[in-house]
């Protein structure tokens, strides 16, 4: 696991065990990831964090409060790091909710050193993809704002099935005009095809779905 300067990521380290958190920085620098390290989970949220792809080791024993409520508070900190889970007093039903709660994986202690560079790996993969999904949605909600209000209807109407003579009598235009704005409408928004556009909605939909239920 090598990383170009372009492509950097953090691991942030959550653990009381000094002795663990040095181990675990040697591991992570020997592969070229960046590390912070932290021993408790108040002096994580407290500290700045630069906007990269990464993920957090965490320990599931922490003074305050453990990791599995600690991972469970990072969706409403809005923290979105996908979590590793570890612990030395595992066991099954805590591995269950851990992966219930979307961790990436629960590696009890001692663990082996290729098992957790799998795991980073694997958890830092997961969020360079949800960062480019959500840098995707927001070029299209970004393109989708400059299209007319005729426009967006006229794309809304044609994503979902409709031809344009049905169109025009939806809305009480001419068909000519509805070519117009279609086309303008694919222009904007970057789309070659309907069927580009047709998949541009849909992940408009989801997006602003999103959006409305955070």
Do not use: W
């Not at 305050?64 to 809005?78: D, K, P, S, V, W």
């Not at 095809?193 to 992940?203: F, G, S, W």
């Amino acid at each position: 696991m090598s990383h170009s300067p372009d492509d950097r990521a953090i691991v942030y380290i959550v653990d009381d065990d000094e002795a663990l958190r040095r181990g675990l920085d040697r591991l992570f620098r020997s592969v070229s990831l960046e590390t912070r390290s932290y021993g408790t989970a108040r002096e994580f949220i407290d500290a700045q964090r630069p906007d990269l792809p990464g993920c957090i080791v965490l320990d599931v024993r922490l003074p305050g409060i453990n990791g599995l409520e600690f991972q469970a508070q990072l969706g409403e900190l809005g923290i979105n790091l996908p979590v590793v889970l570890i612990t030395g007093h595992g066991d099954i039903p805590m591995t269950v909710r851990a992966m219930k709660a979307g961790a990436v994986d629960f590696l009890p202690k001692p663990f082996r050193d290729q098992d957790m560079l799998d795991a980073v790996s694997t958890a830092i993969n997961r969020d360079r993809s949800r960062r480019a999904a959500e840098d995707l949605a927001a070029g299209l909600k970004g393109r989708f704002a400059t299209l007319s209000t005729r426009e967006r209807e006229v794309m809304m109407l044609a994503t979902s099935g409709r031809m344009n003579k049905q169109i025009a009598g939806d809305l009480g235009l001419s068909e000519v005009t509805v070519k117009i704005h279609r086309g303008a409408a694919m222009r904007k928004m970057g789309a070659r095809t309907l069927a580009d556009l047709v998949r541009m909605a849909d992940a408009l939909n989801l997006a602003l779905e999103h959006d409305a239920n955070t």
